[in-house]
């Protein structure tokens, strides 16, 4: 497509999963439409750790990561509520950037590679009529052959579309909130912390600059409990666990007020709704403790940049291209997300969570199994 306003594919949201897909397709040669409602740089909800499975991904797609000196993350240190720990080594590692970095850096290099990249520009709508996408933003109206949904956990176009997770009852699995800062504090470089409380756990690793990610999950309820004010959350329930009542007494924030994100679900999601490819969050959520959804999100993006260029190419029909997609994102996170489930059910509930750590001191070969269940390979 060669008009201004008409594109191969337009992507709604510029975090990972679109900004990768983005500058794919772009270096491919197709024209390519990304729509994000903020403008980089910003910083979003995140802990910050990317599975060293996404290194060479990211590399390919232009990040200098070996330039910029990010540390590297070797060590898992869980903690249970009661304070009882178990220090794992990481099978494979990750690493620690900032949403605010690399999500920035990623938009310059789809720009260069001739992305048409729309900031401060909401979708507010996406509708399917012979073949062809109508896209309604604030920047005006578009069309496109294909369009992916990449805008997280939440948007304001899963609620319109009532897609199935929007309207399921609200139970513990699907109303998290998200609570983040960016602090300075000693913590080895190569550990990360996942410190469990009563319905949710918290991480703190490093970022670059030497600054850390803290950054935790729990559930609306818990705010709720505590007159929707969350310093007293944090001191009557995180605050609990020793390792975070360290924490919160030896960090200097450096956010005035942390950042925020509420109605957060981990119920399972379609990857493909009214010809939409849904993408990273947006598929699929990667439960608590899982700690790879990112590594997911770009992930997920190269398998659908696979399927769509072979529907461009004519290759394969639209519907081939939809089912292929799903089949592929099934096989290769579906049981990463049930494992995840799974021990979510465990990691749910205090008094649980105490035992299994207790009883995983003994078997550090079985927490690396745990762990290997929910990351994978190098892609």
Known sequence: ????NQ??????????????????????GYSVALFEK???????????????ESWNFLEELGLPLSDWGL?????VLISAPNGESVEQELPLGGFGISRYKIDAALAGIARASGVVLQEAAKV??????????????????????????????RSNLDVKWKRAFTRKRSTKLNN?????????????ADLIGLHNFKDGYCGLSKIEDDRYCLCYMTTAEN????GSSIPLMEKNILQKNPFLEKIFSSVESLYDQPLTISQISFEKKSQVEDHILFIGDAAGMAPPLSGNGMS???????????????FLQEHIARHEMEQEYTDQWNRQFGRRLWVGRQLQRWFGSESRTNLLIHSLKPFPKLVSFLIRQTHGQPF
């Not at 903020?38 to 060293?52: A, Q, R, W």
Request: charged residues 15%; hydrophobic residues 45%; proline residues 3%.
């Open 176 to 188: 998290y909130i998200g609570v983040k800062y960016h602090v300075r504090t000693v913590f080895p």
């Open 7 to 28: 594109y191969d594919v337009i992507i709604a949201g510029g975090g990972l999963a679109g900004l990768a897909l983005s500058i794919q397709l772009a270096k491919a």
């Open 1 to 4: 497509m060669n008009s201004s």
């Open 296 to 310: 997911m999100a770009l992930h997920g993006s190269k398998i659908a940049f696979r399927c769509i260029t072979a």
């Open 38 to 52: 903020e403008t980089y740089p910003f910083h979003k909800v995140c802990g910050e750790y990317i599975s060293l």
């Open 71 to 75: 540390p590297v993350i070797r060590r």
């Open 223 to 226: 705010l709720q409990m505590n």
């Open 124 to 153: 507010t709508d996406i509708t399917f009529e012979r073949s062809l996408f109508h896209i309604q933003a604030a920047t005006g109206n578009y069309q496109a052959k294909v369009v992916c949904g990449t805008f997280g956990k």
